[in-house]
């Protein structure tokens, strides 16, 4: 790609009578008939021009929409020395080095210097005041520039940083030398600078970075290939060290961007959504005399390459050649990149902008990947037709891509949470927290949550707990794996108790969240399927519900309707939180930290009040055992409650909707609020909570041991340290307290009484939930079973039986009813016990 | 007769001039604005602009004030232009500052680029199509009221147009009178006085056959199948944020023809091969985006005033004003209403209590969100249709003929299977391609259960079938936008007829019993229709829009009534009234109040809802008996 001798492209900097073929006079007739098309667009006069007039320097604003290059040929101060080219310092580190064209800066735009002292003739320039020389149109002196940026290398550092990217190096020390080492070890010649570093060090110096990033990066090329050559001069790179800025504040959205933005340096956040082949640029062209056979070079100037008139060697005309396989070229990819969902107004469509990547950033990014870029934002002039002047009077935009960086990468290994971080304004921060100091804040939360829905105060609670959810543990290194941080909710009750709308709601509330119904979805629909790519015929993986609302919550709607063969692989994911795939050759395990809110109603359409919630809705119980919290949504029937209903619902039908905000905090906080806590704050157990969970689990289970039963298994302790700490959660607090248990313990206990009651005993019996069958109903089953060896024992030795003659003697014997199907289990469990074995309708001894 | 006024023909001058005026302060562009505002409201400007809707393209003058009825069909991307530039004049080497405002295409020598005057502006684009599924009355009434002169470069007089459309309208079953009425007795005598070769001249350039030529080469996007009209490429300078998809709008704006606009693709091609740079967008996106303007004109939009419905009769304007407008006609409501509820009687074979329930459908609105809950929808389900029958065609045309817009859906094996009902995000084309679920607010969705057949839906018919579901409970659309899917809620009015209940939920069922038993069902369906007057069709229209937009409200009184009431149903028959049915009793409670132009709820009208919902309900019960009764 490179020819090798592109370093003669280096030339001493300013030599006034450059060799260059483009000799002044030339290049003026061509900028006249190509400039109407291809030259930059001019910005507006733009009031930030003025803004930045506070500057370190005291130059005088050019206005930036006078073109350069109508300056450059016209001037006698044409050096002819672009900026980015200016790397070449006489250095035995650096010059060993090829410098490698910036194709994402627009080398080819020229910046020279002008000395504003020695040229008062410029208009703009007379008010220079001593020795400045600075970049034309931009108040950047590259001395300066340099200067300071290299302090800043040498001095930053980043004591509180949790980036990703600073793992493992000492933070107090200054951050980017290490990096400078890391680059001479992995040899990979490109420097990330984190913007918001270059703002805290020295803000002027970030100014001038985002407003001319095409003169102000190169600047900061040389500057870093200066430190790095000096410190570490033996250092072998494949091309001079590259900055790559990342993280500039000035825009974080597209649909923000405006014409004040053009050439700027921005960073916005999308997802990509196409990427065109890879498009190679020529660079440089060659040229080759046929006459004479003498070799030239001409750079492509703003897109357009100046083929030589007259050979210099020989003098013929139009005798130059191009010859491909010699000229230099670049690569190139277009990316568009669509807004990202949660950026959006409501009721609009998404925007897209068009990307360019250039060099190693090609192939960078996928489709479908969410990724934050910073670049700098191009305009350029459209034309209709090639042969007419009449221009469309609409300009192209682009953004030329520095850095790429994906939000989404880091959730296929771990925990992400920074990535997607949603930036607060410091009044919304101080406004959530003001919110999270009312003592009531969490009955505020609860209460805001579906107001459109009824009472079911603590079903509310639970689903706002599981909506800020636990904190993540990593037992990776005992062997016990992750944690699981996410708290699942079951609702079950009968139809029309608004189960759904609770389920939409949150599904509207939280930003990945997905909603499914348990008759519409197959296991692949849950999980993840393969399928053929259409255009690159190769196999790909499609991921399903799950894996997308990973970080997000499940809804699950008609859990009961769901096959087995589907809700069985639930079971991976409600527990270890991963999903393991074996299909098509594709073996891989996806993480699916997912909650799951799941709703499912009762096998006979009316819950029967007589049943367990097992046999109410026919789920296995491996399964219950998974959902945190079990809640019933009964239909009451009582006549305060129904008046209650009734005032709220009529309410509902003629309250004006202002009346409504007054009432309730607004969706949007409560989705900030949320954001904000599962974001920042991670509490951790404090020792008196952790006496205070001992004691609630030692306490359940001495409920149950009274009575021979267990009342509790180390799931439920698992289960209530994730409510306290959601809940410690809600309070933005970074410890979690007795309080937090308490209403963890009281939570728990609820929905306990709701869904572990044994009807025949009116006790809370976890072990329903556990193993699907209540210890009362146990011990009767065996009863029966022993009733039944008894009876066939006392027949005395008949090797068979007639099954029907065998019930009946049963039922006549017994003083409590038997039913068939009891017959049928102590049947079934003496044949476990190898005492008998049934077939067909005769029973056999063993 | 108004005079043509210059700013209707020629308002980029009016532009000009202002901005010449304002020597580079920057709120010449206010003036515009407000100048053309203020010629607007002049009274009955508006309708000295000729309309996009009903006058054809060709007829209309390039850079001249149109107006165009339509729905926000897809945002484009914004884009820079050039909101003043200078020129070079080559021939006198003069240079001149131009506002690029409002234009496509510079205008006057080589632009300079590196002038210091060049001022970068912003604008969005929106792809409006004329609102879905609007009934030919409304459309007609909409073309009788405009009093634009449209200048002819052609020979072009706009009566003689309408008449070609009369012709090419087999539906229409509304006679002259109304246009009469509205054209005045010049338009009569034209009529009369039109000649052979006259006629030919006009029709065999008519915009209907012409767009129905090209679309086979490029696709519209219409939502709905076989629509008709322009589609337009709206540029919008302010506020574009305040515009929502598929809000309907009335623009006002500058009309831009310019054949140079039109990009031919092969020639594209070749460029792009040249440049590098050029191939930022596929060929299919350079059709979509740059349409030949011929097809896809270009619309400068000065103004635009959003409808808030799209029914001729009444006045455009807020909604506030519109009870006045009703409370004028108020007097006659009563009788209005007895005499729709005898005609719909009729239509529904003397079912009066389903007429009933037809009524209080046609008015529902989704007034208000609480949150997820869309309040107001009222989804009908008219079951005891009789399968594959023309009834429920019939019964489309009888609904056609009340509201401003509507569509009938076949929910055959085929249509479903095979339809886009949701609309998609293209993402080589870069648009968003329709589907028939993208529709206007009110519109009347009428499903025809009755032609689904036995057979297998297969994954796209599921998909509808959710999306309908959906539509239905949650009065929204999820987009798919491939890599995610985005909620846009709608209002659209749902009628299901179906053989048995419908296999889609509803908020209420009403058994068809039909009293009447004609033998030949066409004959009587028109003899009914026939018997109408047509200004009482307009009486009925003005009713059921204006019914509509009434405002309503609860008292504290009636709210405890309704609280004591529900407890006493509860208190005998805890299942027989459950939330989800005071739901519903509240919504037809409601309904029923506002049909009687009442703004607010009495104990009468809440006891009459409940008579209302217990006769349904009885009905229902029976009917399940019946076929229970059934092998």
């Known amino acids: ?846 | 007769m108004p005079t043509v006024h210059d700013w209707i023909n020629n308002p980029l001058a009016v532009v000009d001039g202002l901005f010449a005026q304002s020597n580079s302060s920057p709120d010449w562009e206010k003036k515009v604005v407000e100048y053309f505002k203020e010629k607007l409201k002049l009274n009955d400007a508006h309708t000295w602009v000729p309309s996009l809707n009903d006058v054809p393209l060709y007829y209309l003058k390039p850079n001249s004030l149109v107006k165009f009825r339509c729905m926000v069909q897809d945002m484009f991307d914004p884009e820079f232009f050039m909101g003043v530039y200078e020129t070079n004049d080559l021939t006198s080497n003069s240079k001149q500052v131009k506002c690029g405002k409002y234009k496509d295409i510079t205008v006057g020598g080589q632009v300079d680029f590196n002038s210091r005057n060049t001022v970068t502006s912003e604008r969005q684009t929106f792809y409006c199509v004329p609102i879905p599924g609007e009934s030919q009355w409304a459309k007609e009434s909409y073309a009788g009221t405009s009093q634009a002169r449209v200048v002819p470069s052609t020979s072009y007089v706009p009566n003689r147009h309408k008449r070609s459309y009369e012709e090419d309208d087999e539906m229409d079953t509304q006679p002259q009178q109304l246009k009469d009425v509205s054209q005045g007795t010049q338009s009569s005598a034209e009529s009369h006085g039109n000649t052979e070769p006259k006629r030919q001249e006009t029709e065999a350039p008519s915009h209907d056959s012409s767009s129905a030529h090209c679309t086979s080469s490029l696709d519209l996007n219409f939502p709905l199948p076989g629509e008709k009209g322009p589609a337009c490429l709206v540029k919008v300078y302010e506020d574009w944020d305040g515009f929502k998809l598929n809000d309907m709008l009335e623009v006002f704006g500058i009309l831009s023809v310019d054949p140079a606009l039109s990009v031919i693709a092969d020639e594209r091609e070749a460029s792009s091969l040249l440049d590098p740079t050029e191939v930022t967008e596929t060929v299919e996106e350079q059709r979509v985006h740059s349409p030949p303007p011929s097809l896809v004109p270009r619309l400068h939009m000065l103004y635009a005033q959003p409808l808030v419905h799209n029914n001729p009769l009444l006045p455009s304007s807020a909604p506030e004003n519109n009870g006045d407008h009703l409370s004028s006609v108020l007097g006659e409501l009563a009788s209005v209403r007895a005499e729709l509820h005898t005609y719909l009687t009729h239509v529904l074979m003397g079912d009066s209590l389903a007429a009933e329930y037809l009524i209080l459908h046609l008015i529902s609105n989704v007034y208000s969100r609480r949150d997820v809950l869309p309040l107001g929808k009222f989804t009908l389900n008219l079951s005891g249709c009789p399968h594959s029958s023309p009834y429920t065609e019939h019964l489309y045309k009888v609904i056609q003929q009340l509201v401003p817009s509507s569509y009938r859906l076949c929910m055959s094996l085929h249509n479903m299977n095979n339809q886009r009902m949701v609309p998609r995000k293209d993402y080589t084309a870069n648009r968003l391609v329709s589907g028939t679920l993208q529709l206007a607010n009110n519109t009347s969705l009428f499903l025809d259960e009755t032609q689904l057949e036995q057979g297998q839906l297969d994954a796209t018919g599921v998909r509808n079938i959710t999306a309908l579901g959906n539509l239905i409970s949650w009065q929204k659309v999820d987009y798919d936008f491939n890599y995610h899917q985005m909620e846009f809620p709608c209002n659209i009015n749902v009628l299901i007829t179906s053989e048995g209940r419908s296999l889609l939920p509803s908020d209420s069922q009403v058994n068809l019993r039909p009293t009447l038993n004609p033998p030949n069902l066409e004959e009587y369906l028109s003899a009914v229709q026939v018997a109408q007057v047509p200004s009482q069709f307009n009486k009925y229209r003005i009713y059921l829009s204006g019914a509509r937009a009434l405002n309503y409200t609860i008292s504290d009184e009636i709210t405890k009534a309704v609280e004591e009431d529900f407890v006493e149903m509860r208190k005998d028959d805890p299942q027989s009234m459950s939330a989800e049915d005071l739901h519903r009793l509240l919504v037809v409670a409601r309904l029923l109040s506002l049909s009687h132009g009442q703004n607010t709820l009495s104990r009468d009208g809440w006891m009459k809802a409940k008579q209302l919902e217990a006769l349904r309900i009885s009905r229902t019960q029976q009917q399940k008996s019946l076929s229970g009764n059934e092998p």
């Not at chain 1, 001479?184 to 100014?207: K, M, W």
């Not at chain 1, 009432?663 to 157990?685: C, G, N, Q, W």
């Open chain 1, 1 to 846: 790609m490179f020819s090798p001798s592109s370093q003669s492209r280096k030339r001493d900097p300013p030599t006034p009578a450059s060799e260059d073929p483009l000799s002044p006079p030339s290049q003026r007739s061509r900028a006249h008939d190509t400039s109407t098309e291809l030259q930059p667009m001019p910005t507006s006069p733009a009031m930030d021009t003025a803004a930045q007039d506070v500057s370190l320097f005291s130059s005088p604003m050019a206005p930036r929409s006078v073109l350069q290059s109508e300056v450059d040929a016209s001037s006698p101060l044409m050096y002819g020395t672009p900026s980015s080219r200016v790397e070449g310092t006489p250095r035995s580190g650096i010059r060993g080095t090829p410098a490698r064209q910036r194709a994402d800066l627009g080398s080819v735009r020229k910046a020279p210097q002008v000395d504003m002292h020695s040229e008062p003739s410029f208009d703009f320039c007379e008010q220079g005041a001593g020795q400045r020389l600075v970049i034309w149109g931009t108040d950047v002196n590259v001395g300066t520039c340099k200067e300071k940026f290299q302090r800043f290398l040498q001095q930053f550092t980043a004591p509180n940083s949790r980036e990703e990217e600073n793992a493992g190096l000492d933070l107090n020390e200054p951050l980017y030398m290490q990096k400078l080492d890391e680059i001479s070890v992995v040899g990979e010649p490109v420097l990330n600078v984190n913007c918001s570093h270059i703002q805290t060090f020295d803000a002027d110096l970030y100014r001038q970075l985002i407003c001319y990033p095409q003169e102000v990066i190169p600047t900061f090329d040389m500057a870093v290939n200066e430190l790095f050559f000096d410190r570490l001069p033996d250092s072998v790179l494949e091309h001079q060290i590259q900055v790559r800025p990342y993280s500039a504040l000035k825009t974080r959205n597209m649909r923000a961007l405006n014409p004040e933005d053009i050439d700027q340096l921005i960073t916005i956040s999308g997802m990509v959504i196409r990427t065109s082949q890879l498009i190679p640029e020529m660079q440089e062209a060659f040229f080759r005399c046929q006459v004479c056979v003498f070799n030239t070079r001409v750079e492509v100037d703003r897109g357009r390459i100046a083929e030589p008139a007259v050979c210099r060697n020989c003098n013929t005309t139009h005798s130059m050649a191009l010859v491909h396989n010699r000229s230099a070229f670049s690569d190139k990819q277009m990316i568009k990149l669509q807004e990202s969902p949660e950026d959006m107004p409501a009721g609009q469509t998404p925007h897209t902008t068009v990307v360019y990547a250039h060099n190693d950033l090609v192939d960078k990014v996928q489709p479908g990947d969410r990724i934050n870029i910073t670049g700098i934002y191009r305009a350029a002039p459209m034309r209709l037709n090639p042969r007419q002047s009449q221009v469309k009077s609409v300009y192209k935009t682009h953004i030329d891509v520095i850095h790429f960086r994906k939000t989404d990468e880091k959730r296929l290994h771990g925990l992400d949470e920074d990535g997607e971080q949603k930036l607060f304004t410091k009044e919304r921060v101080a406004m959530l927290k003001e919110l999270a100091a009312k003592p009531d804040v969490y009955e505020r939360l609860s209460s805001a949550l579906a107001p459109s829905i009824y009472e079911h105060e603590d079903i509310k609670k639970g689903i706002l707990l599981q909506l800020f959810g636990g904190t993540r543990k990593d037992f990776t290194q005992t062997g016990r794996g992750n944690f699981r941080a996410e708290i699942n909710i079951l609702l079950c009750g009968d139809p029309g108790t608004s189960k759904s709308q609770l389920l939409q709601y949150v599904y509207n509330l939280v930003p990945r969240g997905q909603y499914t119904s348990g008759k519409g979805s197959s296991a692949v629909g849950l999980t993840a399927y393969v399928m053929k790519d259409p255009e690159t015929r190769q196999l790909v993986l499609q991921t399903g519900a799950l894996v997308l609302s990973d970080n997000g919550i499940c809804c699950i709607d008609e859990f009961d309707k769901m096959s087995d063969n589907t809700r069985s692989v639930l079971h991976e994911v409600m527990e270890q939180q991963t999903l393991s795939i074996a299909k098509a050759g594709i073996i891989c395990q996806l993480n699916a930290r997912t909650s799951v809110l799941a709703a499912a109603n009762p096998v006979e359409s009316q819950w029967n009040p007589k049943k367990t919630t097992i046999e109410n809705i026919q789920l296995p119980h491996t399964l219950l055992s998974r959902f945190d919290l079990i809640f019933l949504m009964l239909d009451p029937q009582d006549e305060a409650y129904d008046r209650r209903l009734a005032h709220h619902l009529v309410a509902l039908y003629y309250q004006s909707e202002e009346q409504i905000e007054e009432e309730h905090l607004d969706m949007a906080v409560l989705k900030d609020y949320i954001a904000f806590a599962r974001t920042s704050v991670h509490p951790r157990l404090s020792e008196e909570a952790s006496q205070a969970l001992i004691e609630a689990y030692v306490d359940m289970r001495k409920i149950g041991s009274g009575r021979g039963m267990v009342s509790a298994y180390p799931r439920q302790l698992e289960s209530l340290i994730r409510l306290a700490e959601a809940h410690a959660k809600v309070r933005f607090s970074s410890k979690v307290e007795s309080i937090d248990v308490e209403e963890a313990k009281r939570l728990h206990r609820e929905a306990l009484k709701q869904s572990a009651t044994d009807p025949r005993t009116g006790f809370v019996d976890i072990s329903i939930l556990t193993t699907g069958m209540s210890a009362t109903a146990r011990k009767r089953k065996e009863e029966v079973a022993q009733a039944l060896k008894k009876l066939i024992q006392s027949k005395g030795k008949t090797p068979a039986m007639k099954y029907q003659q065998l019930f009946d003697d049963l039922r006549g014997q017994s003083e409590a009813a038997i039913t068939k199907d009891m017959f049928d289990e102590a049947l079934r469990a003496l044949a476990d016990e190898d005492y008998l074995t049934v077939t067909g309708k005769t029973v056999r001894l063993l």
